[in-house]
Every structure is written in C-alpha cells, then in structure tokens.
C-alpha cells in the first residue's frame, strides 16, 4: 500500500553517520550543522515576535516584511530586482521549496537532468511528482559539467535542469562559463530552471556566487531556492524562499500552500531583522568559515590527505585514494567513527548512479578545539588504513 517511490527508501546518510557518532561518542564532522548557535541579535530578534508578535497564521506567502527584506538582499547582494508581492514566496525549508517546485512544475513523463553528486531529496522528489530524472555524473577534483554531458542529457523531452551551486558535498562554485553553458541549453530546449542556492552566501577567496537567474534569457524560466538557515548559520530554523517570475511564482505558492501553508511567524520576523539589520555577518561570517577550513585543511595535509579544493559550503573533501588509502569511502567512514571517533560521510552516498567511491565529506563549521581534535584522531585513522 506505499507507493513505489517510498516503499524501503533507506535511512538518509546523515542520519546514520549521526546515530553512528552517538553511538561511538565521536567527533560529528559529517551532518553539515555549526557548532555555534548563530547570530545573537537576530535569534533575539526572533524572541521578540515570539513574546510581543502574533502567533496565529500569518499570510500564506510569507510575511511582507520578510518578503521585502528577501528582496532587498537579493538586490544588495546579486543585483537581483525581485517584487516582493508577486515573486517572493517563504518557505519552511528549503526542501519544501523544492517539493513546490518539484510538485508544481514537473509533470507526469517529464524528464529532469540531475547533476551528480546531488542532495538526496532531489529523486524521490522528482520521481513523486512523475519527473524522469537524467543523471549527469560529474567527477573530483573539478566536479564540472560539459558541453558533451549537456548534449547527452538534454532532449526534446527536457521539462526541468535542477542546478545546485555552491555545490554540496564538493564544495564548489560554479564558474561563469559553466552557468552560460546551462542557460544556453535551458533556452534553446526551453527549459526551467530550478537552482537551490543555499550556500550562496557561504564562498571564499573572494569568489562571488551568480545566480543563474542573473544570466540572459533566464529571469523568467529561473526558480531560485534560497535558506535562512544556512544563511545564518540556524540549519533548525527552516525558513526558505523561493524566487520567480509571477507566473511560475503563482503555481509555486499553490503547491506551497497545501504542503505547509506558512511558516512560523516569529522566525519569518527574525530573518526578516536579520537581514534588514545584521548586514556585517555576511561578511564575518563566511570569513570565520575560511579560516576553519584553512585550519582543518592544513591539519589534514599534514596528516598525509590529499584535500580537495573548497571553494564554499560548509565541506572540504579528501581523496582517499591519492592519500595512500585502499578502503572505499564507506568502509573508511565506518572504521573512522568506529575505531577512531570522528563522523565523516562518503560521498558515494550522493551519487544514484555510478558513484565515485573514494572521495569522503568531512564539515568544518565548527570550532577550533573541535577541528584540532578531529585531526588529531583522523591522523591515526590514516597512520593505521594508509598505506
């Protein structure tokens, strides 16, 4: 009586390697959560509306504030001009910003290219809506598409490309030549674009994430996915918006409403202030981010890791293979949190089809006594595994 999609679907990853570190008492660097609880201000922010505010439903879309402040920030930061009352809708999460968009625009047979490594909601969402999903597997260490790859993937059939930069588990940032190569395939097919952005805020080396909503002949095929819990850092909050053109805004807030229909009303008015009145954290904080990804990255190449080049999100990804390592990613990761105390997630696990098996995820959103622990221990784990 389950339907097919759902019938056995495993355990998340996530949740495993989590359960796992609870069990083992280790050092958790595989779910993608910060140590720290966030930003002060806008948490009391928050508070405020809490005790002083309505808590009752606010409007379906999200509340005009929160509406107006997600497009101020979009404006500041992209140079993006949104209407808050005809394109912005809020969201309880970012991957019920996808359901809505999955739900709303895929029909039944239409096909959906997918690029791999990918999140794990994408499939059972896209294959629920009745999506055919066309998987295209990028490899390490650049994990970048071609024109070749386009070719095979795009068809007559092509309803929908789901697009995810910076891109998570590898920590990438899709380069302009990239994102012109997907809006030329979007327009000549006459395909929407559906692009979860929610590392966008998270690039270093002064890099500048571009939305591909940005780039010619995509404003009004683009449904961009954005989250406030990534932008500050409270992956709890679940807060998410979705950005469209009033026509595809129309049918997103239709599946939106009849799958949470709002989203807690303090929350919206903290985000709200946030982003309004804590401008200084989106400098502070992917700053922060870097130099924790400077300092885990040194530890581990000191250790004998190959790392991988992170060019935003919260991961940075070792090469087991080149660092003298024999074990696939999933053997590794469970004698890492076993034997050695630290939670790492393979990122085979991201991968439908034909996996890279020898690249593992590790998060270093966390503080420093934390990360100089966590090296430490992986240092055995590859003084024992290594050859």
């Given at each position: 009586?389950?339907?097919?999609?759902?019938?056995?679907l495993?355990?998340?990853?996530?949740?495993r390697?989590?359960?796992?570190?609870?069990?083992?008492?280790?050092?958790?660097l595989?779910?993608?959560?910060?140590?720290?609880?966030?930003?002060?201000?806008?948490?009391?922010?928050a508070?405020?509306?809490?005790?002083?505010g309505?808590?009752?439903?606010?409007?379906m879309?999200?509340?005009?504030?929160?509406?107006?402040?997600?497009?101020?920030?979009y404006?500041?930061?992209?140079?993006l001009?949104?209407d808050?009352?005809?394109?912005?809708?809020?969201?309880?999460?970012?991957?019920?910003a996808?359901?809505?968009?999955?739900?709303?625009?895929i029909?039944?047979?239409?096909?959906?290219?997918?690029?791999?490594?990918l999140?794990?909601a994408?499939l059972?969402?896209?294959?629920?809506a009745?999506?055919?999903?066309?998987?295209?597997r990028?490899?390490?260490?650049?994990?970048?598409?071609?024109?070749a790859?386009?070719?095979?993937?795009?068809?007559?059939r092509?309803?929908?490309v789901?697009?995810?930069?910076?891109?998570?588990?590898?920590?990438?940032?899709?380069?302009?030549?990239?994102?012109?190569l997907?809006?030329e395939?979007?327009?000549?097919h006459?395909?929407l674009?559906?692009?979860?952005?929610?590392?966008?805020?998270?690039?270093?080396?002064?890099?500048?994430?571009?939305p591909?909503?940005?780039?010619?002949?995509?404003?009004?095929?683009?449904?961009?996915?954005?989250?406030?819990?990534?932008?500050?850092?409270?992956t709890?909050?679940?807060?998410?918006?979705?950005?469209?053109a009033?026509?595809?805004?129309?049918?997103?807030?239709?599946?939106?409403?009849?799958?949470t229909?709002t989203t807690?009303?303090?929350?919206?008015?903290?985000?709200?202030?946030g982003?309004?009145?804590?401008?200084?954290?989106?400098?502070?904080?992917?700053?922060a981010?870097?130099r924790?990804?400077?300092?885990?990255?040194a530890?581990?190449?000191?250790?004998?890791?190959?790392?991988?080049?992170?060019?935003?999100?919260?991961?940075?990804?070792?090469?087991?293979?080149?660092?003298?390592?024999?074990?696939d990613?999933?053997?590794?990761?469970?004698?890492c949190?076993?034997?050695?105390?630290v939670?790492?997630?393979?990122?085979s696990?991201?991968?439908?089809?034909?996996?890279?098996?020898?690249v593992?995820r590790?998060?270093?959103?966390?503080?420093?006594?934390?990360?100089?622990?966590?090296?430490?221990?992986l240092?055995?784990?590859?003084?024992?595994?290594?050859?």
């Open positions: 009586m389950v339907h097919p999609v759902f019938d056995n495993p355990t998340t990853i996530f949740e390697m989590s359960g796992l570190s609870r069990r083992h008492g280790a050092i958790n595989g779910q993608g959560f910060p140590d720290d609880q966030g930003p002060l201000p806008v948490r009391e922010a508070a405020r509306a809490l005790i002083e309505s808590n009752q439903y606010p409007p879309r999200g509340l005009p504030e929160l509406r107006a402040a997600v497009a101020g920030h404006q500041r930061a992209h140079g001009s949104l808050p009352e005809t394109e912005i809708t809020v969201t309880s999460g970012a991957t019920e996808l359901a809505a968009a999955f739900l709303s625009l029909s039944p047979g239409d096909e959906v290219v997918l690029f791999q490594p999140y794990d994408y059972p969402l896209v294959r629920r009745g999506g055919v999903p066309r998987l295209v990028l490899s390490p260490p650049e994990w970048r598409f071609d024109r790859m386009l070719e095979a993937a795009f068809s007559d092509t309803r929908m789901v697009l995810n930069s910076p891109l998570n588990p590898a920590g990438t940032v899709a380069p302009d030549e990239d994102l012109v997907l809006a395939f979007c327009v000549r006459d395909v674009a559906v692009c979860d952005e929610v590392w966008e805020a998270v690039v270093f080396d002064d890099r500048r994430h571009r591909l909503m940005t780039f010619p002949g995509m404003r009004e095929r683009t449904v961009k996915i954005g989250s406030a819990g990534k932008l500050f850092g409270m709890g909050w679940k807060v998410g918006f979705l950005c469209a009033p026509a595809l805004t129309r049918a997103l807030a239709s599946a939106h409403q009849f799958l229909f807690p009303p303090n929350l919206q008015a903290g985000v709200a202030w982003l309004d009145n804590h401008r200084a954290w989106f400098d502070a904080m992917p700053a981010l870097q924790s990804r400077d300092r885990l990255t530890g581990l190449r000191a250790a004998g890791y190959v790392v991988l080049e992170s060019q935003g999100t919260y991961f940075l990804n070792v090469d087991l293979t080149a660092s003298g390592i024999v074990l990613d999933v053997a590794f990761c469970e004698r949190v076993a034997e050695f105390g939670a790492a997630i393979p990122v696990a991201f991968f439908a089809d034909n996996p890279v098996t020898n593992v590790l998060c270093f959103a966390k503080t420093d006594e934390t990360l100089d622990a966590a090296i430490q221990r240092a055995a784990a590859r003084a024992a595994m290594g050859r």
